[in-house]
């Protein structure tokens, strides 16, 4: 079946622009959680969902980013005023739920900022 | 603070060869420990996990050895293959309802030479 998708797979910006990265979850996955990867680097946990709630924010690096999860299913991780140390590779994952710790990943988006 | 600890960062092993890698965590309420198998432009794939019940899994050539007492869980890849270059994450997670965030290592670059 289907697996999790992202769009874009790469994202190219300026300094100061706004950026949207969508997450698409395997379908009836409940738990959807996003992750940060710089290069050469782990994965870096920023937040994830149950359902619509976010009950973990915790890995959120400042107030610029953002992320929103409607009807259960697609995720959108913004970033405001992006910064060049904003650079890396977002992931998404989800899982069956909260319960389910096998998460599944996507390919990820490459965001870069000059 | 780095919560698991992986080593070492990079591996090169001839084909056949047994490849291990190594990891250690701090938090004992840690229950849950996947590896991960990451190619060049890929999401992360979950390759095997463990949990502390028991204290080795195998899967195919893949088997996790789980040491409770230190705080250790290792990798070992038997007769490794050239297609298994790659990058490998251990990872590890709390089975609360409220943090199943996965806490991820920060990598193992694995090269396997004909």
């Known amino acids: 079946g289907a697996g999790v998708s992202q769009s874009p797979s790469n994202k190219v910006t300026e300094k100061g622009k706004d950026v949207e990265l969508r997450c698409d979850p395997i379908s009836g996955h409940t738990a959807l959680y996003w992750y940060r990867q710089s290069l050469g680097q782990g994965l870096e946990f920023l937040i994830y969902f149950q359902g619509n709630s976010a009950p973990d924010k915790s890995g959120l690096p400042s107030d610029r980013f953002s992320a929103e999860r409607t009807g259960g299913s697609v995720s959108t991780l913004t970033i405001q005023r992006t910064q060049q140390e904003d650079s890396a590779v977002y992931l998404c994952?989800?899982?069956?739920?909260?319960?389910?710790?096998?998460?599944?990943f996507g390919p990820g988006t490459r965001l870069t900022v000059t | 603070q780095q919560q698991v600890k992986q080593s070492p960062q990079s591996l090169i092993v001839q084909k056949g060869g047994i490849p291990i890698i190594n990891c250690a965590y701090e938090?004992?309420?840690?229950?849950?420990f996947p590896w991960y198998q990451q190619f060049p432009g890929k999401g992360p794939a979950l390759l095997i996990a463990i949990r502390p019940d028991v204290s080795e899994k195998k899967e195919g050539r893949f088997t996790i050895s789980f040491n409770k007492s230190a705080k250790q869980f290792s990798l070992h890849i038997m007769d490794s293959q050239p297609g298994d270059s790659a990058t490998y994450f251990c990872?590890?997670?709390?089975?609360?309802?409220?943090?199943?965030?996965?806490?991820f290592g920060t990598g193992t670059r694995l090269q396997v030479f004909p």
């Open positions: 938090n004992t309420a840690f229950d849950y």
């Open positions: 994952a989800s899982s069956l739920d909260l319960y389910d710790h096998e998460q599944y």
């Open positions: 990872a590890a997670s709390r089975g609360s309802y409220n943090t199943d965030k996965l806490i």
